[in-house]
């Protein structure tokens, strides 16, 4: 039997009902949160009926693609403290998206900006819990990045949405997933790509820049230079990946990669 065989069986047997469990609890505990936190919020911001409605079915999507996914990719029999911190972030994440459709008024802004910030400071965070636990994994590093994707999707859309930004601050959001649509026809963009640390300032930068543009302080035309700059920053860093996986077409491996994105490592 192989050398590496212990580690493929470990992959491919480890028990999944525990894991199982605390990705459920995790969710219901995660939907608990957006529950209390837009009763809070409904107190304080001019949100309708169905902001609630709209946070809890943005968040119960990612922990639905969360549970398809960890079985594969995470090959540990507990979620973890980092997928749990990572799931606090995608509470806030969709906190920030059930903003979308909201009075486009000042408090509903400074809302999504604050939120932003907080996703923003607990970035990272995660990553390093992963690792300090000995239990990083590739579905780690894609729940990372699927929340971070979805905050910059949230933050373009209300960009647009609040006047701060023309129609086109939504490729902020979409570039990501139309790479990920691309790399279907085109197989040589779904290889691998290598770490970057690139990608993660370059995520930093969307959020940070969609922030400053959506903040009730900052009016047009200041709102679109800073998104702007932002997109700009993420066209050249996926123009940097697409030129090195041209390059790269006929000598790396043909392993499909987890979709890359400014934040992957």
Not at 86 to 109: D, F, H, M, S, Y
Not at 145 to 165: C, F, N, P, R, S
Not at 168 to 191: C, E, H
Request: proline share 6%; net charge positive.
């Amino acid at each position: 039997m192989p050398a590496n065989s212990g580690a493929f069986l470990r992959h491919v047997t480890i028990p999944n009902v525990q894991l199982r469990t605390t990705v459920a609890v995790a969710g219901v505990l995660g939907i608990l949160g957006v529950a209390g936190l837009v009763a809070i919020a409904r107190t304080r911001l001019p949100v309708g009926d169905l902001y609630g409605v709209k946070s809890a079915a943005v968040l119960a999507l990612v922990m639905i693609v969360a549970a398809c996914l960890v079985r594969a990719h995470h090959p540990f029999a507990r979620f973890g403290a980092a997928n749990q911190l990572t799931t606090v972030r995608a509470v806030l994440v969709a906190l920030v998206a059930g903003l979308i459709g909201e009075p486009q008024v000042p408090l509903v802004a400074a809302a999504a900006t604050g939120l932003a910030a907080i996703v923003v400071i607990l970035d990272g965070a995660d990553g390093w819990l992963a690792r300090r636990s000995g239990i990083a994994s590739e579905f780690g590093a894609r729940f990372d990045m699927e929340v971070d994707a979805l905050l910059i999707m949230a933050l373009a859309t209300l960009a647009w949405q609040h006047g701060k930004a023309g129609g086109w601050v939504l490729l902020s959001g979409l570039l990501r997933y139309v790479f990920v649509a691309a790399g279907w026809l085109a197989p040589w963009l779904a290889r691998q790509l290598p770490p970057s640390r690139r990608r993660q300032t370059v995520c930093v930068v969307q959020i940070v820049g969609l922030s400053v543009a959506i903040a009730p302080i900052v009016t047009p035309p200041a709102s679109a230079i800073a998104a702007a700059t932002a997109l700009l920053a993420l066209v050249a860093s996926f123009l940097v990946d697409i030129i090195w996986l041209w390059r790269a077409r006929r000598t790396t491996p043909t392993t499909t990669r987890v979709p890359a994105f400014p934040s992957s490592s």
